[in-house]
């Protein structure tokens, strides 16, 4: 292994994925390892067939990594000795991308400022690229009762955490990460003989294989006992081929019956991989929907278009989105091509899932970070056999491997939640799709009800005719379709707006308005469903003492704890929506001791105990974070609903995104002002979206639906526009306040964010980084900061952000991050949001 001297992109041949077969004796290989640039270059064994995009396992340094194999060369460098070169261990995986993929790894690389294999390792299902791990264990038979007496303190506490866990057994980053000046203490212990260091392998995902039991012959036997005969018979049910677990359990016979077959020639059983697909409940067979006009007209277009095209599907909640994507995909999947829809949250995967498995059956794949590790493997290998399929999916589902791509759908492209914040590359879904459309010469629909103002002023602003692409001022290959009217010309519903300051003059200090009680008790009496919609999970937003005035804060971040009390007799715990850390609620208070504590705010469990006192017989359902931490959760919950156990969802921004039960005829919004004033320039965006999706969730059967928001705030312009579903009239206030101040969709901004343990170090650092950002970037950028960030510190790290604020014609100038890196000390953590949707 020797690094070939060459950047990825000073590599790269005239055509990136090479595929080609020959003689060839050495492959240049993307190596997954932290820190590490460009390309290294390996000898192929004899043993081995490597082609460009398959998965390696490799020798780098002292441990084996994961890597992929970019192309084959026919000769060594002049300046590289052969004898250097070392071998290719083994192939993970072959053919694992297909062709055009490396040029939208390489752009989302470029545009999001991240290297090009961590783009790579978060585009893969996990589990391929690995790398060994250096463990430290206990050596018991050596280690002398009176050990500690004996060492320094560094190594007594290495001591101590070793023998504190079950093996003696632990990784040296953990050792070095929990015990300051790590490496002197196990130097002692290593040469005291009492421990020892050794190199764990990478654990590589690997195909499932299960015993299959197949029917060879047409005639059974005669000699076969009865139990034998109705296992054959089954089997032949099952189309001669069954797998072997599954047999037995329908036969209700043991395996012992089975291998007696085989020994008499009437089946063989072998090992064979079983894909470890979704297991998804059986569906009735669901047909196309007869088309309004609108949806008609925009699907005529859709249908018509080939090559790439943006198209805007602006439909109001309830116009049939859902049934414009069905009739769209279906003449694709017969032309042998496959289709992407991507959704914001995991918890729409399950309902749109039904949808389309009801119309295409199990050419439906579901691909999101809820599977296990074997799912996503399978799921990725599945959708690289060239099958036609529609995958379905959160925002990694845009990296999906299908080699015959007809069609991209964004569901609810406005929702925030296709931007990648918390981990590398910071993408958003919506740039990645259209890039892929490009290069897969395919259509994207972004369909949204409240479409982002980005999307909006980009495709829409210079809409004509819905059968027309735009005017010469956008995109040539932009389409805007409309659909106005909810399907069967059911009317939205209308939008009541509480003003809660009147209702508290009026004696009401309720959490619930006078006219919403009224709604509930309604709502009782005739076996409806409805939803109240909160923007918190948890009880109450803020625990405080009324004698002192102190705030019960997480002790690694700089917020409020939130108290959490699922039910009568449960644990009070106190919670941080942040780092997870929890704690049992004080009976004192922690600095004055005294008992007078005070939960401040309301949170879904709160609004679900005081609906229980007001209306015993009301049942209310809790659909927010916490309910559904569990794999299948939301299904089973939504279930639940659907089949009318419950009469109310509780629950938090989820229920926002893509909810279609026909029976909901009333919604509520607690409260409306936590959305209105984030310290945040989308703010008024977000609450308007937010807003306008939750009340379109009413009114979509046969009853007309009912939309209560309670706030304080009741003539706002955000409200105003709620309560008369205009969007429009939103865009128009909207649109000139961020022209104004340069913000997008008019300006671009770039985050930088630092973080680490040490807050001088992180802030001292920043203002460095500060000047470096004034000298480099000119004319046109407006720099904001150094300055902490809005919550310093999360999970014991300090925060700081610098922001680039671009003018809309100024020349957008990143800092190279590389240098900038070489300024930061190692423990303060340097990286780009580009695009940044919140600056928190």
């Known amino acids: 292994m020797v690094d070939s001297m060459k950047t990825f992109i000073g590599a790269e041949s005239s055509s990136p994925y090479d595929v080609r077969f020959s003689s060839e004796q050495w492959v240049e290989v993307l190596v997954d390892c932290p820190g590490v640039q460009g390309l290294y270059t390996y000898h192929i064994p004899p043993e081995l067939s490597i082609k460009s995009g398959d998965i390696l396992n490799v020798p780098f340094g002292s441990q084996m990594v994961g890597g992929i194999a970019i192309r084959r060369v026919t000769s060594l460098p002049r300046d590289?000795?052969?004898?250097?070169?070392?071998?290719?261990?083994?192939?993970?995986?072959?053919?694992?991308?297909?062709?055009?993929?490396?040029?939208?790894?390489?752009?989302?690389?470029?545009?999001?400022?991240?290297?090009?294999?961590?783009?790579?390792?978060?585009?893969?299902?996990?589990?391929?690229?690995?790398?060994?791990?250096?463990?430290?264990?206990?050596?018991?038979?050596?280690?002398?009762?009176?050990?500690?007496?004996?060492?320094?303190?560094?190594?007594?506490?290495?001591?101590?955490?070793?023998?504190?866990?079950?093996?003696?057994?632990?990784?040296?980053?953990?050792?070095?990460?929990?015990?300051?000046?790590?490496?002197?203490?196990?130097?002692?212990?290593?040469?005291?003989?009492?421990?020892?260091?050794?190199?764990?392998?990478?654990?590589?995902?690997?195909?499932?294989?299960?015993?299959?039991?197949?029917?060879?012959?047409?005639?059974?036997?005669?000699?076969?006992?009865?139990?034998?005969?109705?296992?054959?018979?089954?089997?032949?049910?099952?189309?001669?081929?069954?797998?072997?677990?599954?047999?037995?359990?329908?036969?209700?016979?043991?395996?012992?019956?089975?291998?007696?077959?085989?020994e008499k020639g009437c089946v063989v059983i072998q090992y064979k991989e079983r894909l470890r697909l979704l297991e998804q409940p059986q569906l009735n067979k669901d047909h196309p929907k007869p088309l309004t006009t609108f949806q008609t007209k925009a699907l005529n277009v859709i249908k018509a278009l080939e090559n790439y095209a943006e198209i805007l599907l602006h439909g109001v909640t309830g116009s049939g989105k859902t049934e414009v994507y069905l009739q769209a995909i279906a003449p694709l999947l017969d032309k042998d091509k496959s289709a992407l829809v991507l959704v914001p949250e995991i918890s729409l995967t399950p309902q749109l899932t039904d949808q389309f498995r009801s119309r295409f059956g199990n050419k439906i794949c579901v691909y999101h970070s809820g599977l296990s590790k074997g799912e996503r493997y399978d799921t990725w290998r599945q959708m690289l056999t060239g099958e036609p399929q529609v995958v379905i999916g959160t925002r990694s589902a845009i990296f999906s491997p299908l080699p015959n791509l007809g069609l991209i759908i964004l569901d609810e492209e406005h929702d925030s939640s296709f931007k990648q914040t918390q981990i590398l590359p910071t993408y958003h879904a919506r740039n990645v799709a259209l890039w892929r459309g490009e290069i897969d010469n395919c259509p994207v629909i972004l369909g949204s009800a409240t479409p982002s103002l980005e999307t909006w002023i980009k495709i829409a602003n210079t809409k004509q005719n819905n059968s027309l692409p735009l005017s010469a001022s956008s995109s040539p290959n932009s389409y805007y379709l409309s659909l106005p009217e909810r399907i069967q010309s059911r009317p939205l519903p209308p939008v009541e707006i509480i003003d809660m300051k009147q209702e508290l003059k009026l004696g009401n200090s309720s959490i619930f308005s006078r006219s919403l009680q009224d709604a509930l008790a309604e709502l009782e009496s005739s076996k409806k469903q409805g939803?109240?919609?909160?923007?918190?999970?948890?009880?109450?937003?803020?625990?405080?003492?009324?004698?002192?005035?102190?705030?019960?804060?997480?002790?690694?971040?700089?917020?409020?704890?939130?108290?959490?009390?699922?039910?009568?007799?449960?644990?009070?715990?106190?919670?941080?929506?942040?780092?997870?850390?929890?704690?049992?609620?004080?009976?004192?208070?922690?600095?004055?001791?005294?008992?007078?504590?005070?939960?401040?705010?309301?949170?879904?469990?709160?609004?679900?105990?005081?609906?229980?006192?007001?209306?015993?017989?009301?049942?209310?359902?809790?659909?927010?974070?916490?309910?559904?931490?569990?794999?299948?959760?939301?299904?089973?919950?939504?279930?639940?609903?659907?089949?009318?156990?419950?009469?109310?969802?509780?629950?938090?921004?989820?229920?926002?995104?893509?909810?279609?039960?026909?029976?909901?005829?009333?919604?509520?919004?607690?409260?409306?002002?936590?959305?209105?004033?984030?310290?945040?320039?989308?703010?008024?965006?977000?609450?308007?979206?937010?807003?306008?999706?939750?009340?379109?969730?009413?009114?979509?059967?046969n009853d007309s639906g009912r939309v209560i928001i309670q706030t304080y705030s009741p003539e706002h312009p955000v409200i105003q526009s709620v309560s008369s579903h205009d969007y429009q009239g939103f865009i128009e206030t909207e649109l000139p306040q961020r022209e104004v101040l340069s913000y997008p969709p008019y300006g671009r901004l770039i985050l930088i964010r630092l973080s680490g343990t040490n807050k001088i170090e992180v802030q001292q650092t920043s203002r460095a980084l500060g000047d470096i950002c004034r000298d480099k970037v000119g004319k046109g950028c407006e720099i904001l900061g150094p300055a902490p960030a809005n919550i310093m510190r999360i999970a014991r790290r300090y925060r700081w952000h610098i922001l680039l604020k671009f003018d809309p014609n100024a020349q957008v100038i990143i800092p190279d991050i590389n240098n900038l890196k070489k300024v930061c000390p190692q423990s303060v953590n340097l990286t780009f949001d580009i695009d940044p949707l919140r600056i928190d």
């Open 80 to 262: 590289l000795d052969i004898q250097r070169v070392r071998d290719v261990e083994d192939v993970i995986t072959a053919g694992f991308f297909p062709s055009g993929y490396w040029e939208l790894l390489n752009r989302v690389a470029q545009y999001y400022c991240t290297d090009l294999i961590t783009v790579v390792r978060g585009a893969l299902p996990p589990g391929l690229l690995g790398r060994s791990q250096y463990r430290i264990r206990l050596k018991y038979k050596i280690l002398p009762p009176e050990a500690k007496t004996f060492c320094s303190s560094v190594a007594r506490k290495i001591l101590n955490l070793l023998l504190s866990q079950k093996d003696g057994d632990y990784s040296s980053q953990y050792l070095h990460r929990e015990v300051i000046g790590a490496s002197r203490g196990i130097r002692e212990l290593i040469k005291r003989g009492w421990i020892e260091s050794y190199l764990n392998p990478p654990k590589m995902n690997k195909p499932k294989r299960q015993k299959a039991v197949t029917l060879v012959v047409d005639r059974f036997p005669t000699n076969l006992t009865k139990q034998q005969l109705e296992v054959l018979q089954v089997l032949r049910q099952q189309d001669g081929e069954c797998w072997l677990t599954e047999l037995v359990k329908l036969c209700n016979r043991s395996s012992q019956v089975v291998k007696k077959l085989e």
């Open 531 to 701: 939803i109240l919609f909160i923007n918190r999970r948890g009880y109450s937003t803020f625990v405080s003492c009324r004698s002192c005035g102190y705030v019960l804060e997480c002790p690694h971040c700089d917020v409020s704890l939130s108290y959490h009390y699922a039910h009568e007799g449960a644990m009070e715990l106190l919670r941080c929506h942040y780092c997870n850390y929890s704690q049992s609620q004080p009976s004192r208070c922690p600095q004055c001791s005294s008992p007078y504590l005070k939960f401040f705010g309301s949170g879904t469990q709160k609004v679900t105990q005081e609906l229980t006192k007001l209306f015993p017989s009301l049942r209310p359902l809790r659909f927010d974070s916490d309910a559904t931490r569990t794999k299948g959760s939301h299904r089973s919950l939504l279930t639940k609903f659907a089949q009318r156990k419950a009469d109310l969802l509780v629950g938090t921004q989820m229920l926002t995104k893509g909810l279609d039960i026909a029976q909901i005829t009333l919604v509520g919004v607690i409260t409306a002002d936590e959305l209105l004033h984030m310290s945040d320039y989308r703010a008024a965006e977000r609450a308007f979206q937010t807003l306008t999706q939750v009340a379109g969730r009413a009114g979509r059967g």
